[in-house]
Each structure stands twice: as C-alpha cells, then as structure tokens.
C-alpha cells in the first residue's frame, strides 16, 4: 500500500515529485510548443454547470466520450466508468446484479448519479445510494466522472464525486442506428436510436433491451450452482421545441425495469445458499423546463421540474409470504439556474433548488405478512452562486457558494475553489478546493431505526495536479494529488448487549453520526498516439484509505471493499483494411470484505481481447472476449464474478 507508513509517504511524494519535474521538463514542453496545432477540445458541463473547454476546469473530470463507449463494447454504464482513474467497482454476482462505484474511496451513497442534470438516487434507499446494476449503456453522448466533493453547485450527496451520463442533442436530417449482439449464458442485447432535427423542433428516441441467464450470485466456488439471470428494457426520450430565437421549451425522460435474480440467506440456518428469490426494480427520470435568453446571449435563464422514481420489489417464491420487500421513492425538485456572461472573461452564476423527497418501504415476513409501511417525506431548498473569471488568458478561476436548508438539521453552507493555469501552451497546472455534504436519508431519519437529530455528513478536500502535452497532444501524461477528510458519517449502532438510555430507547439498534475517514492518493493518466494507426491510453491511482474516528473500534483500519491500488490500460490499433483490435487490461489489488479488516478480497488482472470490422461506412461486426485468462476473483465477499465470455454484434447506422 503506497501510504501506509512514513516510508510509504516520502516514496509517494518522491514519485510525484518525479513525475511532476518529467511532465514540466523544459526540452519536452518546448518540442510540444513547436508543433502545436489548432484540435478540437474536449466540453464539460458538470464541473461548472456551463459548457467549459476542459483546459479552462481546475477539478479533475474525465470524459467518456460516445466513440470511446462504441470502442469499449461495454454493456453496464458502471463497468465504463470503472475504467477511469480513482474509481472502483463491486458487483453482487453477474451482470445486473448490485453495483457500486467509490470515487476516491468514499462511500458508494456519496456519489451523486445525474442524467442529464437530473439526479437519480433513490430516496428510498437506506443510505440514498444509486444501483448502477440496471443502467444499460445505450448511445450516449458523453459521461462526464468528476472526482472530488462538488455539493456547492449539486447538493447533497457530491462528497467522493459526480457520474453524469448525458444524452444527445437531436440534430440534422432523420438517422439512427441498431445494434444486435450475443454471447456466453445465453446473454442477448438489442439497443437503437432514432433523431431529426430541424429549425424549430427536434427530436431523439433511444432504447434498449438485455437477457441473460447469467451466473450463480453466490460463488461457483463456495458453492453456487443454479444459473442467476438478468432482464432489462429500458429507453430515453429527448424533446426540443424553440418558440422564438430567444425561448425554447425541452423535455426529456429516461426510463427502465429490470428484474435480476440473486441468492439469499435463508432460516433457519440464514447462511448465503442458492435460492429462487429475485427482484424488480423501475425507474423514471424526467425533466421539463423553458430556456430563455436576453441581452444577445449574455443572460441565460432557465427554469425546470425534474422528478425522479424508484420502485423495488423483491420476491422468494418459496415463501407463504412472495413479496419480501416492497418500497417507492420519487423526488421533485423545482431550480431555476441564471448565467450572465457579463465579458469574455467573466461568467456568474445564480440558481435556486426547492427539492422535496418521498419514501414508503414495507418488509413483509411470516410473522407479519401486512406490516404498516415506513412512509415519510422531507424538503430541502438550496440558493447557489458561483463567479468564474479569466484574470489574464492563461489563467481560469472559479470560486462558489452554496447554502441549504433542510426540514430536519436546518442549514447547511458549502464553498469551493478551482483554478487552471495554462502554464506554457502544453503545460497546465490544476487545483481545486471543495466540501461536500449529505444530508441524512429519509430511513435514516424515520426508519425503526431512525434518528431525527441527525446531522450532514461533511467533507473537505483538495486535489492539484499537472497534464503536459508533446508531440502536437499525441503525448498527454497528467498526475493529481488528492486528500479528503470525512466528519460527522452516519452508521448503524447495534444495541445487543447493550443498556445505554439511547438503546433503552431504540433496543434494535440506531443510526448516529460516528465515524469520520481520510482518503488521499495519486492519481496518473496516460494518452498516446503512438504511430498513425496504434493508440495506447492508461491510469493508475494508488489510494490510501483510513477510519480515523478515535475510540471506535475499526480506528486507523482501511475502509472495506477499497483496493490500495487501481490500474486499467488499453492498447489499440486500426488496420489498413477497416479492421480494429484492442487488448484491455484492468488491475485491482486486495483490499478488505470486512471493516475490522479481517477477510481479505485478494487482488485480480482482467485481460479483454475486442475487435471491430467496418465493412462498410455504415455496417459494423464486432466482437470481444472478456477475462480472457478466465481469472477467479471476487469483489465482495462470496459472491460470484464471470469468468471468460465471448459476445459477438453487428451495428448498422443509417
């Protein structure tokens, strides 16, 4: 582990030093400064909630762009955005099944899920979190992952960072594309899309749809032996209507259901087994909203509702009782965002956020088939403004303000601070300050096990870095610091045994906020066109991460399910003929199941194989073999992970 003593620290510190003195060393900026030409750059929306070229963001953002999602033949948004740096993943068995993603070693429910601007984090959910088991990549325009607390202009939830996945703005004449693929465990997938555009009205549908048989949830090696599998169909919508050349109204909606089969624990022995149970769980995403601009341009205002549900249900066929979990969580929140561009170098802006929240969860038994459900709401309103100013052309900053009030823990303020400094013409420099915040879920609040005097839980971080660029960007290296310390975190505090006034009053256990955690690292990233026709991309973060809570019992272990290291890598090369090949490889180390640190998750190396042929302009075979060394590994404890799967498709765009 690169920081796990002082020893660990001056190597970490001397490697950054090095690569830092590398990626600023003078002769090889300068061979970047003789041949640097005119490029497209790359546009990020979330760091700053405006369109932004990436060199003008101080936050670290990487941004996934539709061709590189087309490339990877991914099928789960969370194994894309796993390939980024600072970003881990586990999985609950196949495809499907529970995911969660950690930016930067935070807690899976500290990373805020938008689409389109609209959040989709489950109210309902214990702790608030987002399942990526059922988001479906499906032609998307980018996804943008911004590591680091962004709670000033989002809210709550942006401690360990944001994913936001965005779809396209319908253009031009009437065209789409269908896609077709197959694969190991009987696993098939339809996905396509449809837009037009014109001056007044354009539109976009997409849609998609995903079988499989899958694997065991619990692992074939301790024991699983019946087939989990996995059913999704989902599809988004995006609507644009300009009522004059000054006002235009959009509409968007994302919806999907998805039914996956899992394992349980069963009485009475309540050990992990093989057993029939699954669930279902629907999802919606919507947004409506006017645009309207004023003063040539320079004001931009928008208004919207956007309203988010969430529907799960569980079932264990064996059981008197079929429906064992039963819950709903819907959000409507009401903002309106103002953007004054009062120069060239000066943009403010100011936005209000009324959000209300809504649950009801039931957990129905054989002791009690009809339980009373948990039912509860909570409202919080926001006002934010931030300023972002170019002082001299080199330099970008950008400094903001958050502050909210909520119904139960009252008000709440947040700030931060970036800065980019394009140092040479291939040379930028990067830092950034930020807090983060997230207000308590509606179960933890109102739940049996509920605490109404909760408080947020708090966060502050910083992050700096370098990116050079050689060779006319055919060469990008870029490393980031990054240390954030997390206060006031909610957990559960069991009662067994224990006779405090506060378990005399709850005897089943409490939610209270108790622990606090430090996460800090390295994060590298490589991009390199290494000849006409070869391109090679890489990451590599080491990351620390550490209960610091005093007089708790995990204090100085490591955070659960956190690997000390990632790494991914991608080596590609389009032949002459039409024909792309690609081998991927994805590195996690060990890391811990448990957070007393007691069972180990060892470390594992995926190796991918993809190749894609277009035999024409507009028709595409493709294929690929995923974990193709079949290595066994496990992300959480127990459960099951694919082994070597072979998947092959066609795309035909019109």
Request: overall charge negative; charged content about 20%.
């Amino acid at each position: 582990m690169l920081f796990a003593g002082p020893t660990a620290r001056r190597a970490s510190s001397r490697l950054l030093a090095v690569t830092v003195s590398l990626l600023l060393h003078p002769a090889l900026a300068a061979t970047a400064a003789e041949s640097q030409a005119d490029t497209v750059e790359d546009v990020v929306v979330t760091a700053n909630r405006i369109e932004q070229q990436t060199s003008r963001v101080g936050d670290s953002v990487t941004l996934i762009s539709a061709n590189e999602q087309r490339r990877s033949q991914k099928t789960a948004v969370s194994d894309l955005v796993a390939m980024t740096p600072g970003v881990t993943m586990t999985r609950n068995g196949g495809i499907g099944a529970t995911s969660a993603l950690r930016i930067r070693g935070a807690e899976t429910d500290q990373t805020l899920v938008l689409i389109d601007g609209v959040k989709v984090n489950d109210p309902a959910q214990a702790s608030g979190g987002f399942n990526f088991g059922n988001l479906i990549a499906t032609e998307y325009s980018q996804i943008e992952v911004l590591r680091g607390p962004q709670s000033t202009l989002w809210g709550s939830q942006a401690i360990g960072g944001i994913v936001h996945i965005v779809t396209p703005v319908p253009e031009g004449p009437l065209s789409g594309s269908l896609a077709m693929e197959g694969g190991t465990h009987n696993t098939a997938f339809v996905r396509g899309y449809a837009q037009a555009g014109g001056d007044r009205f354009a539109w976009r549908v997409a849609g998609g749809y995903l079988t499989s048989d899958g694997i065991s949830a619990l692992s074939r090696e301790r024991g699983g032996r019946e087939q989990d599998g996995y059913r999704n169909v989902g599809f988004n919508a995006r609507g644009i209507l300009h009522i004059t050349d000054n006002v235009s109204a959009e509409v968007r909606s994302t919806w999907s259901d998805g039914r996956s089969e899992y394992d349980g624990f069963p009485a009475p022995l309540y050990i992990f087994v093989d057993t029939p149970e699954h669930d279902k769980t629907e999802e919606l995403a919507s947004y409506a909203g006017l645009n309207i601009t004023a003063f040539d341009g320079r004001l931009e205002n928008r208004i919207g509702f956007a309203y988010t549900e969430t529907d799960r249900q569980n079932f264990d066929p064996s059981s008197s009782v079929p429906i064992t979990f039963d819950s709903n969580g819907s959000n409507g929140r009401w903002e309106y965002q103002g953007t004054w561009r009062f120069s060239d170098r000066l943009t403010g802006i100011v936005g209000l956020e009324s959000e209300r929240s809504e649950m009801s969860s039931a957990s129905p038994t054989t002791f009690n088939p009809t339980p009373t459900p948990i039912a509860d709401d909570v409202q919080i309103d926001s006002v934010y403004g931030q300023v972002t100013a170019t002082p001299i052309d080199a330099v970008t900053v950008s400094l903001g303000v958050r502050h909210d009030d909520h119904d139960t823990f009252g008000s709440n303020t947040t700030n931060r601070a970036s800065i980019a400094w394009s140092a040479t013409s291939s040379t930028i420099l990067r830092a950034s300050y930020g807090e983060g915040f997230k207000a308590p879920t509606l179960y933890q609040l109102y739940s049996l096990y509920g605490n109404v005097n909760l408080e947020p839980e708090q966060a502050e971080s910083w992050d700096a870095g370098v990116e050079q660029r050689w060779f006319d960007s055919k060469l990008v290296l870029s490393a980031t610091y990054f240390d954030r310390d997390t206060d006031n975190m909610i957990d559960f505090v069991s009662c067994f045994g224990v006779s405090t006034p506060e378990c005399l009053a709850k005897p089943d256990g409490y939610y209270e906020n108790v622990q606090m955690t430090n996460a800090k690292g390295v994060e590298l990233a490589l991009t390199a066109q290494l000849t006409e026709r070869l391109a090679l991309s890489a990451n590599y973060t080491s990351m620390d991460t550490e209960n610091i809570a005093r007089g708790t019992r995990n204090f100085g272990r490591s955070l659960r399910r956190r690997p000390d290291e990632t790494a991914n890598a991608q080596l590609s090369y389009d032949w002459p003929v039409g024909l792309t090949t690609t081998v991927a490889v994805q590195h996690a180390g060990r890391s811990y199941e448990d957070s007393a640190n007691m069972e180990v998750l060892e470390g594992y190396t995926l190796v991918d194989f993809r190749a894609s042929y277009a035999v024409t302009d507009s028709f595409e075979i493709y294929g690929r073999v995923e974990n193709a060394f079949d290595d066994e590994y496990e992300t959480v404890y127990e459960y099951g992970t694919l082994g070597r799967t072979y998947y092959g498709g066609i795309r035909q765009r019109f």
